[in-house]
Every structure is written in C-alpha cells, then in structure tokens.
C-alpha cells in the first residue's frame, strides 16, 4: 500500500496526533454497521459539523435526488475545514475522499450487522422514527418489500468488503489516514479516547442504537 497511512486501533488510540488528524473524517462500511451513530459520537466528542450522506441522497418519501444535485450538495459540504460524513455513496467518493483527512472503516462481521440490520429496523417500524428529509421505513417495506434494507444489508455485506479492501490496498487516495475498525469495542475505545475517557468507564454507559 505505498503512499498510504494506514494504522491499527490499539496504536491510533494510543496516538497522541489522531485528534489533530481527524479534521475531516468520512465514516464507511457496509449498510446497517452503526455508521451514522460513530459520525455522531465523532461529532460530539471532536466537535466536528455531522453531515449525513443518506439526507443528501433522499428526498422526501424516498425519492432519490438527481446525481449531479448530489455531488453539488456534497461538494458545498465537503469544502468546510472541518466534518465528519457517514455514507457509501460511490458518486460522491471522489468529491468527499478527496477533501477528507481520515476515512474511519467499520469492517465488522456479518453477524454484528445482521443483528444491527434487525434491531434497527424493527426499532424503526415500531416508533415510527422520522429519519432525513421526512422518511419513515414501514413493515412493508422493510420487511416484505425488494427494497428492503435488511436484505440489502444480506446481500451486499461481503461485495462492500471486499471494495473497500481493494481501494484501500490499491492507495487509490493516499493522503488519507485509514483507521479499520473489526469490533464494536474498538469503535467504542476509540470514541472514548478521543473524548478524554477510559474504555472502562466508557463501557458503563448506555449505548445508542446502530445507525
């Protein structure tokens, strides 16, 4: 991977500079892996502007936005000095990996994000939680529907792997500083170092629904 930084977890924690570094941060992985929860806990912590890809994606009552809106919301975003963005979108990637200082990648196991695909979801059906721009998901198309995201979460978890390994080894972006996360406790020490407590301590608080 020449030209591209790339650490384990236990030395970015233990990094003194990662705070310094994580001026833009873009957060990926497959669908239903808690993506958008880590950018906020990011935001938080780093106090860092949160933009979620998916609301500049959708309009309301799951229309897609036109692409070329897209990348123009998208870039407006990605010209800040200072994020954090959740969001796989392969349309905007150049646009929002280019300006981006560190891509935080949670390549987690099937079966965290088949249980997070689920619980989520059910979560959602249940109270009717209003996501971006109005949507809400129904039992229909949640459940019983080809659209469904637990089944996109299904079938498209190893061929979202395996892309993200092949751009991140071929060091399509080799400015980027590359944090790959293989466990909820790693996302969750992390979170914690940043934000000035211990992993321990950070364990005894209740945690937020995977996003």
């Known amino acids: 991977m020449p030209g591209l930084e790339r650490q384990d977890t236990d030395a970015v924690i233990a990094g003194s500079d990662t705070r310094r570094a994580m001026k833009r941060v873009v957060v990926v992985g497959t669908s239903c892996s808690g993506k958008t929860t880590l950018a906020r806990q990011f935001s938080r912590v780093l ?16 229309q897609e936005r036109p ?12 010209a800040g ?3 954090v963005m959740d969001g796989n979108y392969r349309s905007v990637r150049d646009i929002v990996w280019g300006r981006a200082t560190t891509v935080v990648w949670l390549n987690y196991p099937f079966r965290v994000v088949l249980w997070r695909a689920l619980s989520r979801t059910t ?6 939680e209003e996501l971006f721009s109005g949507n809400r998901e129904s039992f229909r198309k949640s459940f019983l529907s080809r659209d469904s995201i637990i089944l996109w979460a299904i079938t498209s978890h190893r061929r979202v792997r395996q892309e993200y390994r092949r751009i991140l080894d071929d060091g399509e972006f080799p400015h980027l500083r590359v944090i790959e996360l293989r466990r909820p406790a790693e996302a969750e020490a992390l979170v914690a170092a940043l934000g000035g407590v211990s992993a321990k301590d950070s364990a005894k608080s209740p945690k937020p629904g995977p996003s």
């Open 67 to 78: 692409v070329d809106e897209v990348r123009r919301m998208a870039g407006e975003a990605a």
């Open 47 to 62: 106090d860092l502007p949160h933009v979620e890809l998916d609301a500049i994606h959708w309009e309301s009552e799951w």
């Open 123 to 128: 979560r959602r059906v249940v109270t009717q």
């Open 81 to 83: 000095e200072r994020w």
